[in-house]
């Protein structure tokens, strides 16, 4: 079955560092990919995604290209901020009537001033 | 455009006491989904509505959960009784379909604690 594998945190930064948390994934076909950011409190955000090889998502400085060759989609931010402190979950979705999300564990990142 | 609201926020009860959590999806979204969020076990899908049918419930946890979406613009998850162990936060996400690059819009949970 559909598998993301996130490696292990917490992290912790301090700010102006750069960013890379790595996600990969077991999947046949063509899966959709995700990041999704959960701050303190609130719900799960979508953050950003790709739809098919080599396409890079990016949104708030972020960015993740989808490698269909190493069937990753590693997550960096060049400069991160005291405010991306949260959890990330890289997550994976199939198209098709039944089909589920599937999640990562998630990271914890802590970013200090 | 209001996103996916879940109510209530925060819920303390005792146990063996019914437990009902409330969720109103984006409009037009076919597709409705309960979460489980613990730290021990993560982020756990309960069950899923396509157009208002259950379509897969097999992460309910035992005969005491129990989730309805009598229309399009409401569902509930119901526990009875409830145990300690129910302790979480449940999401309640929509989307407007399954196809490529579709994402899950989540609401912002209720905090639940059984005593």
């Known amino acids: 079955g559909d598998s993301v594998t996130q490696m292990e945190g917490p992290v912790t930064l301090s700010e102006e560092a750069f960013l890379t948390i790595n996600c990969t994934y077991t999947?046949?076909?063509?899966?959709?990919l995700f990041w999704y950011v959960q701050y303190p409190g609130e719900g799960l955000q979508l953050l950003l995604k790709?739809?098919?090889?080599?396409d890079k998502g990016s949104n708030k400085g972020f960015e993740a290209t989808y490698r269909k060759e190493t069937t990753s989609f590693h997550l960096e931010k060049g400069s991160v901020q005291v405010s991306d402190s949260a959890v990330y979950f890289c997550?994976?979705?199939?198209?098709?009537?039944?089909?589920?999300?599937?999640f990562g564990k998630g990271i914890t990142l802590s970013v200090r001033p | 455009d209001a996103g996916v609201i879940q109510s209530p926020r925060h819920e303390v009860t005792e146990m063996g006491q019914e437990v009902t959590l409330r969720c109103k999806p984006i409009?037009?979204?076919?597709?409705l989904f309960w979460y489980r969020q613990t730290m021990m076990r993560g982020l756990e899908l309960l069950i899923y509505?396509?157009?208002?049918?259950?379509?897969?419930d097999s992460g309910m946890p035992e005969d005491r959960f129990s989730a309805k979406m009598p229309n399009a613009s409401f569902s509930t998850l119901k526990i009875q009784p409830s145990e300690p162990r129910d302790s979480a936060v449940y999401f309640c996400?929509?989307?407007?379909?399954?196809?490529?690059?579709?994402?899950?819009?989540f609401g912002d949970g209720t905090r639940l604690s059984i005593l």
């Open positions: 996400a929509s989307s407007l379909n399954q196809g490529a690059g579709q994402p899950q819009h």
């Open positions: 999947a046949t076909g063509y899966p959709s």
């Open positions: 790709a739809t098919k090889a080599d």
């Open positions: 997550a994976l979705l199939h198209t098709g009537a039944n089909s589920k999300l599937t």
């Open positions: 409009s037009g979204h076919d597709y």
């Open positions: 509505f396509n157009n208002n049918v259950p379509i897969d």
